[in-house]
């Protein structure tokens, strides 16, 4: 028989040392203890978000037990009249929130269309890791330079000049001392900018080509193709990178403890000092009787939590509907 | 409407081998002329010394297998390389306009030269109506009147009218791939540009689609200059008056222009030996 | 279109009017549009000035007013009781790094093989991790602390020992990297080519083997930097440690008493109107980012050279 191989196997036959070592192998249990692991590991942590929400339900129950809902909106605090100021720092948190997403969304879109539209490649892709970078510094070290650099600034310097400007009169007036909302408004769009420049960037940057080529054959300027066509596309994932931006302003506590003043009272400027949520908890678990006063603490905790939690859960969707989009 | 599969130019006679139509200046459409244009991007010259006229009232097909610089040698009209870091040597003229001269601004050259691409590209966060004016708004148009009366007009020429008149606030991605098609035709028409750049604008599109923008390129053809790329040679035959061949140089790395005559001749009994391999399907 | 009244020499055709108003339109508008663009370009560029210039300013004076505060005596003794001068952050700069070691040690092998199920399981269990690993990450880290404090030290509490400690904040920050350690090790893994898991599953090697010769080989580079960049994020927490490590100011080891660690150390110190408190504070500040820092570079030099030797 003709072959073109080089040489004719021999027929197939057990070679014995293999079969020997194959069957010892088959006998240890490594694949089942390969799954405990697995499964060990998924437990550990279903048990970990299991643990933390019901932690958070039965520590604040007392709380809720004893105040009602009122819980959630009341202004003032007073004990004996069952009231417990959670409105105030509702209204904290969102006042917060919304300085530093006005201040956020402003720089950082602007900024996004820099890098991504307007500069030139080589220096685009170096500042915006520069950009990323202040993710990487830990809050307590920006709450740190808020609350020693910013705040004697802002005191001496930018809240005076801030009042002199006509407009922002109704909400900047009273004496500027320091610690303030818009102190923490503006702390908070510094932690922020990151998130919403590099999702909007991306947002920017995933706009077709063709559209973009199809402004400039027009006769448009290049701010003018940005306007008609990169930003209209980068709509949904700048939307994405505001509602995750807003989910992580809201969840920041240390930084905005430290320079937001503490008070119990609705400011009525945004001069003034205030408290958020997670100010609130903490700067009053510490000293908070065991027992109703920590369980009102706790349900400011949860409130805090359901609150990110739906805004994050909502960026997060707002992204993936995205994805889906630009795939189909 | 019929389309004329073999056009013959009924007025100023063509002449010479090298295409070159000798007209008085229509109303209608400006002369395109290239004159030994070289397109380079870094260290590879992709298309060299292109001498070639657009002729008004005219279709002018650049025909040639890919990579020989057809649609390169497009964009050298409407200044699009400007972006993408080409460098365009040679001269280029819309009519009386220098399009690279140092004071001549690549806007105002692009609102005399309009483009159509080969994927319907209208703005998708845009309605019909946002997109035929699209153009006139970029160019400082604001008057309401004026844009309406644009649109319709426009839409009219792009045979589209008919089709969306009651619903031009919807979404311009409601439409088929054929009619964006169209509605990226009004879009660059309603800008009235004396040159309408056309590459390859039926590719993505399917035959009965493909046949109603051919039947819309020769109606137009009487007003404006057309100068359109296409890598179908039939298509070619259908709806042109004049022909332009390119393909690889001899370093298989260049595109030329080969040859450029009248379409009939050039498809029946062509000067240049190459033309003929690329024609009768032996090369490309 | 009529706005366009024809001037001697100008076109009299319908066309050539309508060509001419929008040639004068464009030509006209143009000096507009074009400053306009130069404008947004200028406001962009001053935008990304904006942008740069909060980090630049935290860094200058971190290290403006952290550097001469450091010295050898700073990084090596014990802090002096307060208005004492002297002392220094050593048991803060031990206590960061047995606080943090514990928990990665405790979040990194529970991350790690919560990672390994995911990317085996397909189904509704495994999404609905998944979705919890997301939302777990946007949590507020003061909520794990309380949760923490609640479970690991308040009298009743599941696993209470009664009292601070340096164990429970490391609980608090295990609790607080897991979901980072998920993600980061579900997505090195699941690069892995599935060819690649597959062709060791056809020759019937166990799935263990396959786990450890083919995926985590292949992933190690992705899992090595993960995991160090969610300990780089864990040693700048505060919160969590505030109600369970609390701080000390002994040097110590024990994990089961309360430790020191440096995010404390800053936060109290530095909220203090005396400015040898906030000296120390800045000084801590300084060597915390310089932690961070390293642990940032190790963590992605790391993948690079692991990633050469994979290949």
């Known amino acids: 028989m003709t072959t073109l191989l080089e040489e004719v196997p021999p027929p197939l036959a057990p070679v014995p040392g293999v079969a020997r070592a194959l069957r010892r192998r088959r006998r240890r249990p490594g694949g089942r203890l390969y799954a405990v692991l697995r499964i060990g590991g998924a437990l550990v942590f279903g048990a970990v978000v299991v643990a933390l929400v019901t932690t958070l339900v039965s520590g604040s129950s007392q709380a809720f037990g004893h105040f009602g809902p009122s819980l959630l909106w009341s202004g003032t605090y007073n004990v004996t009249k069952d009231q417990y100021p959670t409105g105030v720092f509702i209204v904290g948190t969102l006042v917060t929130t919304a300085v530093a997403l006005v201040l956020a969304v402003a720089v950082g879109v602007a900024t996004a269309a820099f890098l991504s539209e307007l500069a030139p490649r080589a220096v685009a892709a170096p500042l915006s890791v520069a950009v990323d970078l202040i993710a990487a510094v830990p809050s307590i070290v920006v709450g740190l330079w808020g609350l020693l650099v910013l705040s004697p600034a802002f005191a001496h310097h930018v809240e005076p000049f801030l009042k002199r400007v006509p407009v922002l009169e109704w909400l900047l007036h009273g004496p500027a001392l320091g610690p303030s909302m818009l102190l923490a408004g503006v702390v908070l769009a510094v932690m922020i900018l990151p998130t919403v420049v590099a999702l909007s960037r991306t947002a920017m940057a995933g706009v077709d080509v063709a559209d973009r080529e199809a402004a400039r054959a027009l006769g448009a300027t290049r701010w003018q193709v940005v306007r008609t066509a990169v930003i209209p596309g980068a709509r949904s994932g700048i939307e994405a990178s505001v509602t995750l931006g807003m989910g992580r302003a809201m969840g920041e506590t240390i930084a905005v403890a430290m320079v937001i003043g503490n008070t119990y009272t609705i400011p009525h400027s945004l001069l003034a000092p205030g408290a958020t949520l997670g100010s609130a908890v903490i700067n009053n678990f510490g000293e908070a009787n065991p027992g109703l006063d920590r369980s009102a603490v706790v349900a400011l905790v949860l409130v805090l939590v359901a609150i990110t939690a739906l805004v994050n859960v909502g960026g997060q969707l707002l992204l993936r509907a995205r994805a889906r989009a630009t795939r189909t | ?173 409601k439409l088929s791939g054929g009619q964006q098609q169209r509605l990226c035709i009004a879009r660059a028409l309603a800008v009235e540009p004396e040159v309408l750049l056309m590459d390859e604008p039926c590719s993505a599109l399917d035959p009965i689609a493909t046949a109603k923008i051919e039947e819309l390129i020769t109606h137009l053809a009487s007003e404006v200059t057309i100068g359109l790329v296409t890598h179908n040679m039939f298509q070619a035959t259908r709806v042109s008056h004049v022909t332009a061949v390119f393909l690889l140089g001899e370093d298989r790395a260049t595109g030329e222009l080969v040859e450029v005559g009248p379409t009939a001749q050039i498809f029946d009994r062509p000067a240049d030996a190459r033309t003929l391999a690329y024609v009768s399907g032996q090369v490309g | 279109m009529t706005a366009l009244a024809p001037g001697p020499g100008a076109p009299t055709d319908a066309i050539g009017v309508r060509r001419a108003f929008v040639r004068e339109r464009a030509r006209r508008s143009l000096v507009r549009r074009r400053l306009a663009s130069r404008a947004a370009l200028v406001v962009c560029a001053g935008a990304l000035a904006a942008s740069l210039a909060p980090l630049v300013g935290l860094v200058a004076y971190t290290v403006g007013r952290g550097w001469p505060v450091l010295d050898g005596a700073f990084l090596t003794h014990e802090p002096t009781p307060p208005g004492v001068p002297g002392g220094g952050i050593a048991n803060a700069i031990v206590g960061s790094v047995v606080i943090v070691a514990l928990g990665a040690a405790m979040a990194v092998p529970v991350g790690v093989a919560a990672a390994m199920f995911l990317l085996e399981r397909r189904g509704r269990i495994a999404t609905t991790l998944r979705f919890c690993a997301d939302v777990l990450t946007g949590v507020p880290s003061i909520a794990i602390g309380i949760v923490a404090y609640d479970l690991l030290i308040a009298p009743g509490g599941l696993l209470s020992l009664g009292h601070y400690s340096g164990l429970s904040g490391s609980v608090a920050l295990a609790v607080l990297m897991l979901p980072i350690v998920v993600r980061a090790s579900e997505a090195a893994m699941a690069a892995v080519p599935a060819e690649l898991r597959e062709a060791g599953l056809a020759l019937g090697v166990r799935r263990s083997r396959v786990m450890r010769s083919v995926v985590l080989r292949g992933a190690l580079a992705g899992l090595v930097t993960g995991n160090l960049l969610a300990v780089a994020r864990a040693v700048g927490e505060t919160a969590p440690l505030l109600f369970t490590a609390i701080g000390s100011q002994l040097f110590s080891l024990d994990p089961t008493q309360p430790m020191a660690a440096m995010p404390l150390v800053i936060y109290n110190d530095g909220t203090q109107p005396f400015p040898a408190a906030q000296q120390i504070a800045w000084g801590t500040a300084l060597v915390l980012l310089a932690l961070v820092l390293v642990l940032s570079v190790t963590a992605r030099a790391a993948a690079a050279r692991l990633n050469r030797r994979a290949r």
């Open chain 2, 1 to 173: 409407m019929t389309i004329d599969l073999d056009p013959t130019p009924s007025d100023a006679p063509i002449d010479g081998h090298d295409g070159t139509v000798v007209t008085a200046p229509t109303p209608g459409g400006a002369a395109v002329s290239l004159r030994d244009v070289s397109v380079t991007f870094g260290k590879h010259r992709v298309v060299r010394d292109v001498t070639l006229d657009l002729a008004p009232k005219r279709v002018t097909a650049l025909v040639g297998p890919s990579g020989c610089g057809k649609t390169t040698i497009l964009r050298t009209i409407n200044r699009l390389h400007d972006d993408t870091g080409g460098r365009v040597s040679g001269r280029v003229t819309v009519g009386d306009l220098d399009v690279y001269a140092r004071d001549t601004r690549p806007e105002l050259v692009r609102s005399r030269v309009g483009m159509v691409f080969q994927r319907p590209n209208p703005f998708p966060t845009m309605s019909i109506f946002d997109n035929a004016v699209a153009g006139l708004r970029l160019n400082g148009v604001r008057n309401k009147k004026v844009l309406r009366e644009a649109a319709e007009a426009a839409l009219h020429h792009a045979a589209l009218w008919d089709l969306v008149k009651d619903r031009l606030s919807a979404p311009a991605l």
